[in-house]
């Protein structure tokens, strides 16, 4: 099973700041990876796929990067509706795994 | 647009069984693949179950093989969890959620979940 590490569990970031989340693989994954961000209450929300494509109608503030093992999610300028949970995901490998997530709040 | 419905979740004993229910729309439900995915109270994400479009592939977590059967229905999009000899830890939100149509197994739109309680 491919073990997905995010760092740092919690997030501490002031509005407008930016926030780099970090989630690491057991092993390659090459670019298979989604992240997600979930808000209490609320369903997943697909935001990158393929390591640093942004889905469709997300914020050009969200970018993704990385490949092989080592993956980061950038959010430039958080807005309120941005503090969030937030999961990476890899496809690459059978079972599907998430990572633990990141909870990004307001400092 | 796109919506996905989950029912059947609520309170169940320890080895007891559920079937849940995802009702689609907005889509044409045959060319998808479809996946289950779980959330344990306070807990992150835990993907469950995945099925092709046609039935084929199917794949489960090590968690829920030989308990849980996913299937689909195409002519009533709708796609299905049949769980057995549930138990305490398999108490969570599960969600419908649908992939792409590449196939690649993330996925686009989720449901809104469903809660499944296992308690004694």
């Known amino acids: 099973e491919t073990l997905m590490t995010q760092s740092p569990a919690t997030l501490s970031v002031s509005p407008g700041e930016g926030a780099s989340l970090s989630c690491r693989a057991s092993?390659?994954?090459?670019?298979?990876l989604a992240w997600y961000q979930q808000k209490p209450g609320q369903a997943p929300r697909l935001l990158i796929y393929?390591?640093?494509t942004r889905a469709t109608g997300i914020p050009a503030r969200f970018s993704g990067s990385g490949s092989g093992t080592e993956f980061t999610l950038t959010i430039t300028s958080l807005q309120s509706e941005d503090f969030a949970f937030y999961y990476c995901?890899?496809?690459?490998?059978?079972?599907?795994?998430f990572g633990g997530g990141t909870r990004v709040e307001i400092k | 647009q796109v919506q996905l419905v989950e029912s059947g979740g609520g309170l169940v004993k320890p080895d007891g069984s559920l079937r849940l229910s995802c009702a689609v729309s907005?889509?044409?439900?045959?060319?998808?693949?479809m996946g289950w995915v779980r959330q344990a109270p306070g807990k992150g994400l835990e993907w469950v179950s995945y099925?092709?479009?046609?039935?084929?592939?199917?794949y489960y977590a090590d968690s829920v093989r030989g308990r849980f059967t996913i299937s689909r229905d195409n002519a009533k999009n709708s796609l299905y969890l049949q769980m057995n000899s549930l138990r305490v830890d398999d108490t969570a939100v599960y969600y419908c959620?649908?992939?792409?149509?590449?196939?690649?197994?993330?996925?686009?739109?989720w449901g809104q979940g469903t809660l499944v309680t296992v308690s004694s």
């Open positions: 959620a649908r992939t792409v149509i590449s196939r690649a197994p993330y996925f686009e739109f």
């Open positions: 907005g889509f044409n439900f045959s060319d998808y693949y």
């Open positions: 099925i092709g479009s046609r039935n084929i592939p199917i």
């Open positions: 092993q390659s994954v090459s670019n298979t």
């Open positions: 393929d390591a640093s």
């Open positions: 995901q890899q496809y690459s490998h059978w079972p599907l795994t």
